[in-house]
């Protein structure tokens, strides 16, 4: 062999031949050089003469040639080429190659393949393709060395391209290694030289006996490069004795570009009958001449048998088909045939287990090269969901064409009858359906061969009711009736059927009724795929049918519901509601509704209910809409107006319903002016008597204390007492005094007119003083207790509401424990909640009246004895605070109150301490003037008396007129005022005295506060005490105006329910 001539670099500008007739895929080819970095010279030839030129004036370093040309084709150039430039790389790039063609070219001499579906291959193989061949040069120059030196050398190289080693058999040392052993491994001679044959082998003990066995021939095995990668390899091993030693000679190849392409191929045709399979598309072949049928895998899938057997010939494959379609289908293949021109045609298919599927077959004919009958190729597409859903839906649009077209029962049954006829055999066709008045089945259309409409039966009776009952379809054989009717199952009408088909008829659920298919005579007709297309069509059939039924009914109700419409003893209106989810216009109103308003039905009808209602009534109107659209029902009062202007009273009872798809509102309006005039009488009774009770339990608890305050005088009076004595009767008079303050206090909480000044109050402080006050009101029989939290429990609050809570909790416990009992007031905390519990041992409080117990004004006293509004007012002051109260008691063990309040901020502390040095002992004057104005003489001169003590110097007036004089003449530092005097309030007296003295401070004081008397506390202009006050709670306010500290007002608690 000659030396091959100079190799050329991978790296320089390579001169490419393109053996390609279409110039967008020679520029394929070049976008894809481009692509992998490699710089090249292209020229695109398409005859074997522009080929052969090229070779010689161009001299290409690659050439690329397609397989099929229309001048000649790959295999020639490769001939060419092999001839005229044996070591210029030869790539063949082509669509379609099959195995062997692929075998072909390679043993040929092509360098590789390229599919153009994979294009991406074309620059490595490339750069591969020249690699190879500058290895394949340097192997061939040195073999040529080697043979005029040294005969092992020639035996060495005689395999050239592919990689050489020399190995010692007993050993396993390498004796020699070629080039592109080197480039293949990656190892250099040196290193090969000082290495085992086993150190590049993944599997060492395979190859270790493969040398000790002395193969020539070993199949893949996997080798490992110098970076570690492991590839598959094929060798070839030439064994012979050289300096007296056995060796062989192995010539290993990589085949993993190999491998890559046959793995290639085999999943090409693995996602081709995948595709298949996924497309319901199968494919087959049909050779007339040898009488052969090919099949692919879904062919067997598609028509239902087993591929163990081989495809089925030409007949057996026509057997498969419908007997209807059987012979359009042979028609199509015998013109395709006879004419070559493509067939496609629509067919159904009868598999073997009796279900029915719809093909779509096309197919061609490839003619023989000789011009034979050739081969037919086909292919076949299930299209059954198709072919379903096209009948599906022209049946429902037939069945509900006909429901339109239709006005009875009787005409809707025919029409159907028509419509199931078109889709399968329906000669013996029946409807079954329930009547919701009879319970029974009964058939009002029946067309059978054999005989009259049977009887109405029972659901459950039979095959139809058995359908009734169980809501499922029937498909039954021959075999199957007979069988079902020796059990009692089924009820023979007439001949004996062959098969029977039903369908339940149900809405929402619900059966109504079945349709019922039979035949009489072989063979049987029906399919699973009939029952599924008829149970598809039933909800459709059942709809309409219920529709007809209900329009009937409908037309013949309709008169009965105008009669009763109009024969209402109430107004009845019909609106609908306006995007804005006002009223609109009425739609219908009935007799009593023109009568009551004087207009005619036609006046009416142009009206919405804002023509009829009061502005106040369309106030709420909306409201009550959104109301009827949550809640679907809403009874409310308001006011008509007639169309002669006068008001009518009215209870306005709405409903929502759909009419025409669109929200709508029946409305029963009743006139309630009579229930007006009795309500009102009622209400004047119920007040009457309410004012009467109040007035009775006042008068009865003031009476009492007024009796123990006069006994207690009268006795001071006619009998001399001891200093201690002394001291008693006048601290129980105090105490007498405080409880009368209480009456009219509770009144004026529950009026809403008592002032709430708030303050950081330590609960337990204020239980242990109002206990103090609170044991002497109890009798000796009752065992008073105090069950107090260890910790400081602060809460923000008027301390006198609290007392007040307390004393109406214990008082009311007490009562119910006239035979003694025991009384236990305990605090704690819970979270951010304080709380404090009165619990007794009384009778407790029966499960009749829980409910009532914080109503105003209910006492379970007799008449006369009590106000019935301490509860109420514990009610309302809790509630002011934003606490909450709650009951527990079981009858016969007594009842427990909880008051829970919110708890005190952190920022309280310093203000509690500060409220807890101001509650110790009576904050004295520093000699302040204090002007204090009071209309009545013995409260005058008492209140100034006490302020003396308190270290004021006090000027005294007894009406606004004498202040204000006193007040210009000479400077205050405090006004002290009663808010009711002579001629002028209080509030403005301070008013103008504070326009002249801003720094004035001011405190108000009454028995009863006035809504601007409120206001102007709560805004802070003044102070204010409630009458009767004691001389701790004047200290304490005095002082607290003089000093600037501020207090918080809050407005009066409420009263209870409804106020």
Not at 321 to 342: K, V, Y
Not at 591 to 599: D, H, I, K, P
Not at 712 to 729: F, K
Not at 813 to 822: I, N, R, Y
Request: contains cysteine.
């Amino acid at each position: 062999m000659a030396v091959p001539p100079e190799e050329v670099a991978v790296n320089a500008v390579l001169r490419v031949v393109i053996v390609e007739d279409q110039a967008a895929e020679a520029e394929l080819a070049e976008r894809e050089l481009g692509r992998s970095g490699i710089a090249f010279d292209p020229l695109r030839v398409e005859t074997r003469e522009a080929f052969a030129a090229a070779l010689d004036g161009f001299r290409p370093d690659v050439i690329l040639c397609d397989y099929a040309l229309p001048a000649f084709n790959g295999m020639e150039a490769l001939e060419i080429a092999n001839r005229l430039a044996p070591w210029t790389p030869f790539l063949v790039v082509t669509g379609i190659l099959d195995d062997a063609q692929a075998v072909s070219v390679l043993a040929a001499g092509a360098d590789d393949y390229i599919l153009k579906d994979r294009m991406a291959r074309l620059g490595p193989a490339v750069q591969r393709a020249i690699e190879n061949r500058r290895i394949r040069r340097e192997n061939a120059a040195a073999l040529q060395a080697l043979r005029e030196s040294e005969e092992r050398y020639r035996q060495l190289f005689e395999l050239e391209s592919d990689a050489i080693v020399l190995v010692d058999n007993e050993t396993g040392q390498v004796l020699e290694a070629n080039a592109a052993a080197t480039t293949l491994y990656g190892y250099s001679r040196d290193e090969w030289l000082r290495m085992n044959h086993t150190d590049v082998s993944a599997e060492p003990e395979r190859t270790r006996r493969a040398a000790v066995e002395g193969l020539t021939r070993i199949p893949v095995r996997w080798h490992r490069k110098h970076d570690g990668t492991v590839f598959p390899v094929e060798i070839t091993a030439s064994h012979f004795e050289w300096h007296g030693r056995p060796v062989h000679v192995a010539a290993i190849r990589d085949v993993g570009d190999r491998m890559r392409a046959e793995e290639d191929l085999r999943r090409n045709r693995t996602q081709l009958l995948e595709a298949q399979r996924i497309a319901r598309v199968g494919s087959w072949r049909f050779s007339p001449a040898e009488g052969r049928v090919e099949w692919s895998d879904e062919m067997f899938r598609m028509f239902g048998i087993l591929p163990v057997a081989g495809a089925p010939s030409y007949e057996e494959q026509l057997r498969l088909i419908h007997a209807d379609d059987r012979n359009l289908f042979d028609a199509s293949m015998q013109r395709c045939l006879s004419t070559g021109e493509p067939q496609e045609v629509e067919c159904r298919v009868l598999r073997p287990d009796g279900t029915l599927r719809c093909v779509l077959a096309r197919g061609e004919l490839e003619r023989g090269g000789d011009g034979g009958a050739g081969v037919f190729h086909g292919t076949v597409q299930d299209i059954t969901e198709r072919w379903q859903v096209r009948n599906l839906e022209g049946a429902l649009h037939d069945i509900f064409a006909a429901a339109r077209a239709t006005q009875t029962l009787a005409e809707l049954f025919g029409a159907l009858h028509v419509i199931v006829g078109r889709l399968m055999p329906a000669r013996n066709f029946l409807f079954a359906l329930l009547d919701p008045a009879t319970g029974l089945v009964e058939f009002p259309y029946f067309v059978d061969e054999t005989g009259a409409t049977p009887q109405p039966i029972q659901p459950g009776a039979g095959l139809t009711g058995r359908i009734l009952a169980t809501g499922k379809p029937l498909l039954v054989s021959r075999a199957q009736l007979v069988e079902m009717e020796r059990r009692g199952e089924a009820l023979r009408r007439g001949g004996q059927s062959v098969q029977w088909l039903g369908v339940p008829l149900q809405i929402e659920g619900r059966v109504i009724g079945a349709m019922v298919l039979q035949v009489y005579a072989d063979p049987p007709v029906y399919t699973v795929e009939h029952r599924d297309l008829l149970s598809s069509l039933s909800i459709a059939v059942a709809q309409v049918i219920e529709r007809t039924r209900t329009e009937q009914a409908l037309r013949d109700s309709e008169a009965r519901h105008r009669l009763l419409f109009n024969s209402s003893n109430d107004a009845v209106f019909v609106h609908g509601i306006a995007p804005d989810g006002t009223p609109g216009q009425f739609i219908e109103a009935n007799e009593v509704a023109c009568r009551r308003l004087g207009y005619t039905r036609d006046e009416l009808l142009r009206l919405s209910p804002f023509d009829i209602d009061t502005a106040e009534t369309w106030a709420v109107a909306p409201a009550m809409i959104r109301r009827v659209q949550a809640d679907g029902h809403a009874v409310w009062e308001g006011t008509h107006i007639a169309k002669d202007g006068h008001a009518i009273p009215v209870e306005i009872s709405n409903h929502e319903f759909e009419l025409d798809g669109k929200p709508t509102i029946l409305s029963t309006v009743r006139d309630i002016s009579e229930r007006r005039r009795f309500e009102e009488q009622l209400r004047q009774s119920q007040k009457m008597e309410a004012v009467g009770n109040l007035a009775g339990g006042v008068a009865h608890d003031f009476n009492n204390l007024l009796q123990a305050m006069l006994a207690t005088v009268q006795s001071l009076r006619m009998r001399r007492v001891e200093p201690e004595r002394l001291a008693s009767e006048l601290a129980g008079l105090e105490e007498h005094i405080r409880r009368g303050a209480q009456l009219p206090r509770q009144l004026l909480i529950f009026s809403r007119r008592e002032i709430s000044t708030r303050e950081i109050v330590e609960l337990n402080e204020t239980i242990r003083a109002a206990g103090r006050m609170l044991r002497p009101l109890l009798c000796e029989n009752i065992a008073f207790e105090l069950d107090l939290s260890e910790e400081r429990l602060l809460v923000r609050a008027d301390r006198g509401q609290i007392e007040q809570v307390l004393m109406n909790l214990a008082l009311n416990a007490a009562e119910a424990m006239p035979g003694g009992g025991t009384l236990v007031v305990r605090t704690g905390s819970d979270g951010g909640q304080v709380w404090i519990e009165v619990e007794d041992t009384g009778a407790g409080i029966p499960d009749a009246i829980r409910d009532r117990i914080f109503e105003p004004f209910f006492t379970t006293k007799p008449a006369g004895r009590g106000t019935g509004l301490g509860l109420a007012v514990v009610l309302g002051i809790v509630t002011a605070h934003g606490g909450s109260i709650a009951v527990g008691s079981n009858a016969g063990k007594g009842a427990r109150f909880r008051t829970t309040l919110p708890a005190a901020g952190g920022e309280a502390a310093a203000e509690s301490q500060i409220a807890g040095e101001i509650v110790t002992g009576f904050p004295s004057g520093k000699g302040e003037r204090v002007l204090l104005v009071e209309d009545e003489g013995g409260a005058r001169e008492g209140l100034a008396e006490i302020l003396a003590m308190l270290g004021y110097e006090v000027t005294a007036a007894a009406s606004a007129e004498e202040a204000a004089e006193r007040g210009a003449a000479q400077g205050f530092d405090l006004l002290l005022t009663d808010m009711m005097l002579p001629g002028r309030s209080g509030i403005d007296l301070a008013g103008d005295l504070k326009q002249r003295f801003p720094a004035l401070k001011v405190i108000l004081m009454s028995g009863y506060t006035e809504a601007d008397l409120r206001q102007q506390v709560q805004r802070g202009d003044a102070r204010f005490l409630q009458k009767p006050f004691d001389m701790t709670t004047l200290a304490r306010a005095a002082r607290a105006a003089l000093d600037g500290e501020t207090a918080t007002f809050d407005p009066p608690p409420d009263g209870g329910a409804g106020r």
